[in-house]
């Protein structure tokens, strides 16, 4: 299946189609000098493949892990860039999740003020997640994709088959955000999930539909003031426990998996009794060990705050959604009925 996402007059494809990593050159121009940019825990298999289909391709691997989507890891592909002599009609492929992905894409926008990418990601939650909306970027000094550009890749390719070497833990996170895509907007993709034995027979089916809802709200919403946050249906939360993780001694916490718990925050009724037995199915958390006080201190510095009001997504039924502009009394009862 291809899905076209358009924005600003251009546009670009994202194929899913398990087994098209070996068909690499009919969805990419791979004629010109080609960086392949992948990570050191990305298995080799993946980059080697679409190595093997550039004729003037070079490999470059960069280290992994949130601590290395870094400034210096763009310098680092820069200089690589500059060493092998690319022109602005080269191109760079990133084989890899999302850290990869976005530090790679920020590259390309720099390089010559912007240089062709393709994305070839390679976890769940970068298939799901970072292959539409163009966002690129890395951390500076411990603050989350702080230093960024928009710059959409020239073509995305999604190859379920990759998905068959990665961890349990990390295709539940990865189904988390899709979860998340499905409370909100898309009612038949939930029952599927619910009604799912084995997933990867039908992977290629949850994707384009996850990848339909992401495509139709960031194409509403390109500048993200109203509609895009929808996508943020438990972040809030989420990222409040994230943040408590990283400061205590908690078990530590996958992005996906703080978006989980943090959504049966934000849902009520049968839509949250649904959900929670969803993220059971899959292996995923829907407990935190923190008090409404702990869990309030952390939501306070959610980026997304405009003066003293944060806009919640809540999901009364599965399939829709309502925006609530909650102040931090409205924020602490909804936190507080959901611990008792
Ligand atoms: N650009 C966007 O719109 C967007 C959206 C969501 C998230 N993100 C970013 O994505 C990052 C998280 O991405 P992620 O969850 O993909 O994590 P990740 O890139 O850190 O990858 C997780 C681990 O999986 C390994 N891996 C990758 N593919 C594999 C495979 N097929 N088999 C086995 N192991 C594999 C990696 O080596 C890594 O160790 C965050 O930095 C986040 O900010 C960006
Ligand atoms: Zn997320």
Not at 74 to 92: P, Q
Not at 112 to 124: A, F, H
Not at 158 to 178: C, K, M, S
């Amino acid at each position: 299946m291809t899905l076209t996402f358009t924005q600003g007059g251009s546009a670009y494809d994202i194929t899913i189609e398990r087994g098209s990593l070996n068909q690499v050159s009919g969805y990419f121009n791979l004629q010109r000098k080609v960086l392949v940019v992948t990570g050191e825990g990305v298995p080799r298999q993946y980059a080697a493949t679409v190595l093997a289909a550039c004729p003037e391709g070079l490999l470059l691997t960069i280290p992994e892990g949130e601590e290395n989507k870094t400034l210096t890891s763009v310098e680092t592909i820069l200089s690589e860039l500059l060493r092998l002599g690319f022109t602005r009609y080269d191109a760079l492929i990133a084989v890899g999740g999302g850290v990869v992905g976005d530090t790679a894409g920020f590259a390309a926008a720099c390089y010559m003020r912007g240089i062709d990418w393709y994305n070839v990601p390679t976890t769940l939650l970068s298939q799901a997640d970072s292959s539409v909306g163009g966002k690129t970027g890395v951390n500076l000094h411990g603050v989350k994709n702080i230093v960024g550009a928009f710059r959409q890749p020239s073509g995305v390719l999604i190859d379920t088959a990759v998905l068959d070497t990665l961890p349990p833990r990390l295709f539940a996170e990865g189904l988390a955000e899709i979860i998340k895509m499905a409370a909100t907007s898309d009612a038949a993709l939930f029952r599927r999930l619910e009604q799912a034995g084995d997933l990867s027979p039908v992977m290629e089916d949850i994707l384009t539909a996850a990848l339909r809802i992401k495509i139709a709200v960031v194409e509403a919403d390109p500048t993200e003031r109203g509609l895009r946050a929808v996508l943020n249906f438990g972040h809030t939360i989420g990222h409040a426990l994230e943040a408590a993780v990283g400061s205590g001694s908690a078990p530590p916490l996958y992005h996906g998996e703080a978006v989980a718990v943090g959504m049966l925050y934000m849902a009520e009724g049968e839509a949250r009794t649904r959900i929670e037995k969803l993220l059971k199915k899959y292996g995923l958390p829907t407990e935190d060990p923190f008090s409404a006080d702990e869990l309030m201190q952390f939501a306070a510095s959610d980026k997304k705050r405009r003066g003293n009001k944060i806009k919640l997504v809540r999901v009364d039924e599965i399939g829709s959604f309502r925006f609530q502009e909650a102040g931090p009394d409205e924020l602490r009862t909804i936190i507080q009925s959901r611990k008792k």
